[in-house]
T-cell receptor
Framework: AAGVIQSPRHLIKEKRETATLKCYPI?????VYWYQQGPGQDPQFLIS???????DKGSIPDRFSAQQFSDYHSELNMSSLELGDSALYFC?????????????FGPGTRLTVL | DAKTTQPNSMESNEEEPVHLPCNHS???????IHWYRQLPSQGPEYVIH???SNVNNRMASLAIAEDRKSSTLILHRATLRDAAVYYC???????????FGTGTRLKVLA
């Protein structure tokens, strides 16, 4: 079965650079979520989209922005990167009717900021 | 937003039941209780969820206190593959916002 695809899987950036993380949800899933998991930390909810519209925001820095496109894939844009942004970034998706139930997580993008 | 509190770690013997507790004393009436588990270097995996009533599925059971201030995830027969970090999560009512707790690292002994 198709799963959530995230790219790239690993990314190394310098401080003050920008990064773009991509997420391709499971086909026919209309809701996308982004999470940040720092080393040894718990996942922190960043932002979610439903039907290409932002639905909820969590602890997402102002330096980050995200959107969901017409094909339902989503991108997380991160600017002015800081050392503290080094983390595993997960994308998850769910389907209408399943939004209250099960999120399917991707394998994550490991971002390292040097 | 409400938050959850879980023990840092627990141990269980293989093929024995495991009860993983979670406190969520500040939960609101419309917040859903979800449980996910995470294996090393993988994304979290859905286990079960509920609102007020106890729930059962093929993976586990969820027992929710009558006042909803706590819940317990029950794995009926732990296997070595159940070793993971188990997160008790609140989905804020009426939103797509999920608040992860600190997680319980479950160790299963052969």
């Amino acid at each position: 079965a198709a799963g959530v695809i995230q790219s790239p899987r690993h990314l190394i950036k310098e401080k003050r650079e920008t990064a773009t993380l991509k997420c391709y949800p499971i086909p026919r899933h209309d809701t996308v979520y982004w999470y940040q998991q720092g080393p040894g930390q718990d996942p922190q909810f960043l932002i979610s989209f439903y039907e290409k519209m932002q639905s909820d925001k969590g602890s997402i820095p102002d330096r980050f922005s995200a959107q969901q496109f017409s094909d339902y894939h989503s991108e997380l844009n991160m600017s002015s990167l800081e050392l503290g942004d080094s983390a595993l970034y997960f994308c998850a998706s769910s389907a209408l009717g399943q939004a209250l139930n099960e999120q399917f997580f991707g394998p994550g993008t490991r971002l390292t900021v040097l | 937003d409400a938050k959850t509190t879980q023990p840092n770690s627990m141990e269980s013997n293989e093929e024995e039941p495991v009860h993983l507790p979670c406190n969520h004393s500040t939960i609101s009436g419309t917040d859903y209780i979800h449980w996910y588990r995470q294996l090393p270097s993988q994304g979290p995996e859905y286990v079960i969820h509920g609102l007020t009533s106890n729930v059962n599925n093929r993976m586990a059971s969820l027992a929710i206190a009558e006042d909803r201030k706590s819940s317990t995830l029950i794995l009926h027969r732990a296997t070595l593959r159940d070793a993971a970090v188990y997160y008790c999560i609140l989905r804020v009512g009426g939103t797509y916002k999920y608040i992860f707790g600190t997680g319980t690292r479950l160790k299963v002994l052969a």
